[in-house]
């Protein structure tokens, strides 16, 4: 079952601007939420996590936001850059459990 | 320090036969999952090693199966491939168990014919 969706196959946005990618879970055990970027030819790297405690993370130009009662993660980038443009993976666990992954976002940043 | 090393990045194989994949996890870590990518699939748990015992599985046939040496190199191993068993499949380890933060390697991409 697909306790993690990412429902956004793509999104293109200009360089500059914001990017919002969007998740959705079903599990309201998980309480450990990450987001991973990756390239063709290369595996997942990380990227940003929020823990269930918080509802905001920030780490330079990529914010995540967690909503507890929609049960809804986003990732925010600003400003978008070109080298941005990979497909982002929103993951969320539960203690001792595995990570579930969503199907991933391909994030186009034009210049 | 050495990320996540998979080897061989790529393999071609036949219906009916059986492959194996290798994986060196980041010094110290002790945990080691695989992972499924099949495109709009996302990344699929396959299973989880820590301390050579496995400690969580996926929802995968039996024919998947893997193994932990004593120095926490994984090998993960598929029996009477399958056409539908075409994909990356990805080790990812970690310092203590597959509910925190992952590092991945590049992968091996996997074509049965």
């Known amino acids: 079952d697909q306790q993690v969706k990412q429902n956004s196959p793509s999104l293109s946005v200009q360089e500059g601007r914001i990017s919002i990618l969007n998740c959705d879970y079903t599990n309201s055990m998980f309480d450990y939420f990450l987001w991973y970027k990756k390239y063709p030819a290369e595996g997942p790297t990380f990227l940003i996590s929020?823990?269930?405690?918080?509802d905001k993370n920030e780490d330079g130009r990529f914010t995540v936001f967690l909503n507890k009662s929609a049960k809804h993660l986003s990732l925010h980038i600003v400003p978008s850059q070109p080298g941005d443009s990979a497909v982002y993976f929103c993951a969320a666990s539960a203690k001792n459990n595995d990570m579930r992954f969503g199907a991933g976002t391909r994030l186009t940043v034009k210049p | 320090k050495a990320g996540v090393t998979q080897t061989p990045r790529y393999l071609i194989k036949t219906r009916g036969q059986q492959v194996t994949l290798s994986c060196s996890p980041i010094?110290?870590?002790?945990?080691v999952s695989w992972y499924q990518q099949t495109p709009g699939q996302g990344l699929q748990f396959l299973f989880e090693y820590f301390s050579e015992t496995q400690r969580n599985k996926g929802n995968f046939p039996g024919r998947f199966s893997g193994r932990q040496f004593s120095n926490s190199r994984s090998e993960m191993n598929v029996s009477t491939l399958e056409l539908g068993d075409s994909a990356l499949y990805l080790c990812?380890?970690?310092?203590?168990?597959?509910?925190?933060?992952?590092?991945f390697g590049s992968g091996t991409q996997l074509s049965v014919l």
């Open positions: 990812a380890s970690s310092l203590e168990g597959v509910d925190e933060k992952l590092f």
């Open positions: 929020i823990s269930s405690i918080k």
């Open positions: 010094s110290g870590h002790r945990s």
